[in-house]
C-alpha cells in the first residue's frame, strides 16, 4: 500500500523544540557567521536559486506544507530528470544526505528516495554503503522504509529539500577543514548544478 504523500514528508526537514543550548548555538552560529568575509560562493548560490525555486512551487501548487509543494513541483516537471541526470548520478554516487549534522542518518522518506535514484541511474547500493562513515552506516541501518511511488525528478527534489533544510537550519555551515567541509561543499555544489539547470529550463517554458 502507497503512504499518503501528506503524512509521508512529516519527517523531512522537521526540527525539534529548541532548547537552551541549541538556541545558545544558533547565536553563536549567527554571529561567527555574520563576521566572515569570505562566506562560500556555492553557499550564496545555493540559496539565491532556491529563492528562485520557491516562486515556482508557490504558484503550482495550493498544499499548505513546504514539503508537499516540493513533491507536488518534482511531480510536475518529471521529464527535467533527463536534463539533471548527470549530476544526480554525481549526488547518488556520494553517502545519503543525513537528517541534520556531521554524521547523522539520512531520514526514511531520504533513504527511499536515494534507494530509487540509485536503482534508476543503475549504480549498486552496496558500493555507495561500503564508502559511508561507520557510524552512520549502522544508524541507517535502523531507519525503516515504507513503501512510497516516487518519480525520480520528486525522488530527487526530497533529497535537494533535505540539503536546502540542513543549510538554511544552519546543519551545514562547517566549511573550512575537514571531511565534513569538503562534503558540505560538494553537496552545495552538485545542488546548484542541478538547480540552476532546472531553473533555466522552466523559465524557457519546458513543463511536462
Request: hydrophobic residues 35%; proline residues 2%; contains cysteine.
Amino acid at each position: 500500500m502507497i503512504l499518503f504523500r501528506k503524512d509521508f514528508s512529516k519527517t523531512i526537514g522537521s526540527r525539534p523544540q529548541m532548547s537552551v543550548d541549541r538556541l545558545n548555538n544558533a547565536k553563536e552560529t549567527s554571529k561567527n557567521w555574520l563576521l566572515l568575509n569570505d562566506y562560500p560562493k556555492d553557499f550564496h548560490a545555493f540559496f539565491f536559486q532556491w529563492t528562485l525555486l520557491n516562486l515556482f512551487y508557490n504558484e503550482l501548487s495550493q498544499e499548505r506544507s513546504e514539503m508537499q509543494r516540493v513533491l507536488e513541483f518534482g511531480r510536475k516537471y518529471e521529464n527535467l530528470f533527463d536534463l539533471v541526470k548527470n549530476a544526480a548520478s554525481d549526488l547518488m554516487r556520494e553517502e545519503c544526505v543525513g537528517d541534520g549534522k556531521n554524521d547523522q542518518a539520512p531520514s526514511s522518506p531520504i533513504k527511499i528516495a536515494s534507494l530509487k535514484l540509485r536503482t534508476t541511474l543503475g549504480i549498486k547500493q552496496y558500493d555507495v554503503c561500503v564508502k559511508c562513515r561507520s557510524s552512520k552506516r549502522r544508524a541507517c541501518l535502523t531507519i525503516r522504509t515504507k513503501p512510497y511511488g516516487y518519480g525520480n525528478f520528486e525522488a530527487l527534489m526530497t533529497i535537494l529539500y533535505q540539503i536546502r533544510c540542513n543549510l538554511f537550519h544552519g546543519d551545514k555551515t562547517e566549511y573550512r577543514n575537514g571531511f565534513q567541509a569538503q562534503r558540505n561543499i560538494l553537496l552545495v555544489s552538485i545542488g546548484n548544478r542541478i538547480l540552476e539547470q532546472t531553473l533555466f529550463s522552466i523559465s524557457s517554458g519546458k513543463k511536462s
